[in-house]
């Protein structure tokens, strides 16, 4: 059996009068609250608790049996991270002042309003979300260890810092506020994204949209859906996207690429949990969470006014960025070797074992496609590979030289780990920086002149008649 996920465990109301349990009830599953339990019997409330974790509760005072007023300290005492809403028609500030000394967490005076209603639970749900993630932060500050590992199985690491990333999701898949992944592209974002979701618990599925080049009709029909005779060649109903991610994960991905109409749409989804299908006018409720993806830098994007801080203090209630590849290195001989065998194996070939000249290659290459560029590489070195116990060099040489080029041809700002080149007091000549390069480049080489040539994006000849010169400068 699944384990049922903190996010999708019932709200609970408790009063005696069934109109009362009706109508609230409804207009809870009107804002999107998909899980309610509804009790007329103040006795079944414990049992019932026992039973079924609840993520909050909707109390009556004034009941037969047992009274809201014994039950809240005994729920306190039992259950003290659980948000207990007082709703009873007794509107004298004594018994308000009494319920909140109790240890409740709102007071509402019958008849409710529908959005102070709304307002409470949703508050109450918050709070309740925030306190779980604390504890399990908390948890793993102190032991340093996953309780669910196997949900990472996927992704090849031994750092560090993708263990801390791993450990802070853990913590926050139990939350239904939205999350917001990124880094550059090829750094797994969307495996991170698939972990989340099974962390979670959720009952419903995962489903997956690329939002990049949607323009704002295309993004409502594919998240919203359609009715019948909405637009030209809407021959039928449609559920959309957020209607198949009932009860699961809805994730965005390329975030930063939405028009700003549709981030407009997107943000009353998230802050209303409602939504309409096109050609409709009645809403209807989401209970999707929503995990989002970007390779952008959406603060920029936000200073440029191409997206919107409403919708990004939104989405980024939970924010995990994905280290680029050249920030865990460490991991590069163990990628390499999981990629061996994985294009070994698609191809019925044994796998040959990486060069130490190859790994210091790759160790000082910069990887503009991370993980995903370096598994490229891997498959296509296999392709070629003609038998022979060690893995040939040449095609990741070309790769490499051909990025470098393409990189010369069209310069992009990158982060950079620096040349070491300090000469004060004057601008270096070409001869010095030259020799400088050159020497760098041999220095991360390890000494290999074929390594450092690749580096240099030069031949080995090349590299060898500029060696040749030096020696020849430092004689006369």
């Not at 997956?208 to 060649?233: I, P």
């Not at 203090?313 to 990629?339: A, G, I, K």
Request: glycine share 6%.
């Amino acid at each position: 059996m699944k384990e049922q996920s903190p996010a999708s465990w019932p709200v609970f109301l408790v009063d005696d009068d069934p109109s009362v349990l009706h109508a609230t009830a409804a207009v809870l599953h009107s804002a999107g609250v998909a899980r309610i339990e509804s009790i007329d019997d103040s006795r079944k409330l414990l049992p019932a608790l026992e039973r079924q974790p609840a993520s909050t509760i909707l109390l009556d005072l004034f009941m037969p049996h047992v009274s809201g007023n014994e039950l809240l300290p005994e729920i306190v005492r039992l259950y003290p991270q659980l948000p207990i809403i007082v709703m009873t028609a007794a509107q004298d500030v004594e018994t308000a002042v009494l319920s909140m000394k109790e240890g409740a967490f709102d007071y509402l005076v019958k008849p409710v309003e529908e959005s102070r209603l709304v307002a409470s639970v949703r508050h109450a749900l918050e709070v309740q979300s925030l306190r779980r993630e604390m504890g399990v932060l908390k948890h793993y500050l102190l032991s340093d260890c996953l309780q669910h590992g196997e949900a990472f199985a996927g992704i090849v690491t031994n750092s560090r810092k993708m263990r801390a990333l791993f450990q802070y999701i853990e913590a926050v898949a139990v939350s239904a506020e939205p999350v917001l992944i990124s880094g550059e592209t090829g750094a797994g974002k969307e495996m991170f994204a698939h972990a989340l979701h099974k962390l979670s618990a959720l009952p419903g599925p995962f489903v997956q949209v690329n939002v990049a080049g949607l323009d704002d009709t295309l993004f409502s029909d594919t998240l919203f859906g359609h009715r019948k005779g909405a637009f030209t060649g809407a021959d039928e109903n449609r559920a959309g996207l957020i209607a198949q991610a009932s009860g699961g994960t809805l994730f965005l991905d390329e975030i930063g690429d939405l028009s700003m109409a549709s981030q407009v749409k997107l943000l009353r989804l998230l802050q209303e949990h409602m939504y309409f299908p096109l050609g409709s006018d009645v809403a209807r409720p989401s209970d999707a969470r929503v995990v989002c993806a970007t390779n952008h830098n959406l603060a920029q994007r936000m200073r440029q006014n191409q997206f919107r801080s409403d919708l990004f203090f939104r989405l980024s209630v939970h924010q995990v960025e994905v280290p680029p590849l050249r920030q865990h290195t460490e991991d590069l001989t163990l990628l390499l070797q999981h990629f061996l065998d994985e294009a070994a194996a698609a191809i019925r070939k044994p796998a040959p074992e990486p060069s130490n000249e190859l790994i210091t290659l790759l160790s000082n290459y910069h990887f503009p496609g991370n993980v995903r560029e370096l598994r490229a590489m891997v498959f296509n070195a296999m392709a070629l590979h003609r038998g022979g116990s060690v893995l040939a060099m040449d095609s990741f040489r070309q790769a490499i030289q051909k990025q470098q080029q393409l990189r010369a041809d069209y310069p992009v700002a990158e982060p950079s780990d620096g040349l070491p080149i300090v000469i004060p007091g004057r601008f270096p000549t070409l001869d010095e920086v030259e020799e400088a390069m050159v020497a760098e480049a041999l220095r991360r080489a390890k000494g290999n002149q074929g390594v450092a040539a690749t580096l240099l994006g030069l031949s080995r000849p090349a590299l060898n008649r500029r060696l040749a010169r030096r020696v020849i400068q430092a004689r006369s």
